[in-house]
């Protein structure tokens, strides 16, 4: 009996020496903040497409959806020279970003570890001959050179899915085309020179070049009746970040479709954030007029009809291996997250946003 009272005794101070110790344990917490998640975005200069990521930068939406779940935003720029932003993905620099997604399927088949989450805008690639030439559409290549930024360039991406539809060869058995990648800034001069026939350029370089040397457009992916309703730049998330975070990859789209949504409706707008913050240099008029001239409703349901489609008509032309399982790597390539809208608008009179729900066609 008196071993049993024993007992009990040791057990309730034990008891009451654990509650004491959780107590200044649960009161060291409270007053540390725990370690933060970081999610690094990628971003650029000079880029006028890129509107969306400078926009959701200077008002803060990144910060604002990651606030909302304990986590913060950290940019991390790719500048020209340096590493390439597959490298810098490789090399586990960026969690999350946007871009150019066609010029990326390569990549991702050579095991590039990311998965596009949004479309994000339409248009913004043009093609050009000189005024005196005699091309006037993407059926009149065969046998031509093109000038483009890169060899895997969505440029190059877009341009052999035309060709294919006009019957000219683009594969290693039947090429009727030679690519030839400069830097983005004289290609306008190559083809002034007559270095080469055509060119496939990115706004604004593609438009600076039509206007500073009158050259003939024969190809826009943001008119054309094939490309019209695709989305040329998607928003990307690493697979260690949808592995380990999520929350925060859903944060990021979230961000990026709201600022999508602002520079629709709000293309002047966005254009004087851009040069107020340094991000593009040049006159806000035109700018401006170019932000305008491209589709920036963002599309989850769209952007994935997208990576279907290139990827599909790619594999057809050599661009993607025949070995490939192209189900798998559309169903892998592009995800829909949880949390995600298919996108938003941006309504300019309240300044609020309105999720859209459900695929668009």
């Excluded at 998330?237 to 789209?253: C, F, I, W």
């Amino acid at each position: 009996m008196k071993k049993s009272i024993y007992a009990v005794g040791l057990a309730l101070v034990a008891l009451a020496a654990f509650v004491s110790c959780s107590k200044k344990e649960a009161s060291a917490d409270a007053g540390s903040s725990p370690e933060q998640k970081i999610v690094r975005i990628n971003f650029s200069t000079g880029s006028l497409c890129h509107a969306p990521v400078h926009v959701a930068m200077a008002l803060g939406l990144f910060d604002e959806e990651l606030e909302k779940i304990g986590q913060k935003a950290e940019y991390v720029q790719v500048v020209e020279g340096g590493a390439t932003l597959g490298e810098m993905i490789a090399s586990g620099k960026v969690d999350a970003g946007y871009g150019l997604y066609a010029t990326q399927l390569q990549a991702i088949e050579n095991g590039l570890p990311i998965s596009f989450t949004s479309g994000i805008h339409t248009g913004c690639t043009k093609y050009y001959v000189r005024a005196d030439s005699d091309i006037y559409s993407a059926a009149d290549l065969r046998g031509k050179t093109i000038g483009v930024p890169g060899l895997a360039d969505s440029a190059v991406m877009n341009l052999k899915r035309k060709l294919i539809d006009v019957g000219i060869g683009v594969t290693a058995d039947n090429n009727e085309v030679e690519f030839i990648a400069y830097a983005s800034a004289d290609l306008a001069i190559a083809l002034n020179n007559g270095a080469v026939d055509a060119i496939g350029a990115h706004d604004p370089v593609a438009t600076k070049g039509e206007q500073a040397y009158g050259f003939r457009k024969i190809l826009d992916t943001g008119t054309d009746e094939k490309f019209v309703n695709e989305y040329c730049c998607q928003q990307f998330v690493t697979h260690k970040l949808l592995e380990e975070n999520p929350a925060g990859a859903a944060a990021v789209t979230r961000a990026l479709q709201k600022a999508a949504a602002y520079v629709e409706a709000e293309p002047r707008a966005a254009a004087q954030l851009q040069i107020e913050n340094d991000y593009v240099a040049g006159d806000l008029d035109f700018n401006a007029a170019l932000l305008e001239e491209l589709f920036y409703q963002p599309s989850r349901s769209l952007g994935k009809k997208t990576f279907e489609a290139a990827a599909r008509q790619l594999q057809e032309a050599g661009v993607l291996k025949a070995s490939t399982n192209i189900d798998k790597f559309i169903e892998d390539g592009y995800i829909e997250l949880y949390g995600v809208p298919d996108g938003y608008t941006y309504d300019s009179a309240t300044k609020t946003y309105k999720e859209i729900n459900g695929s668009r066609t």
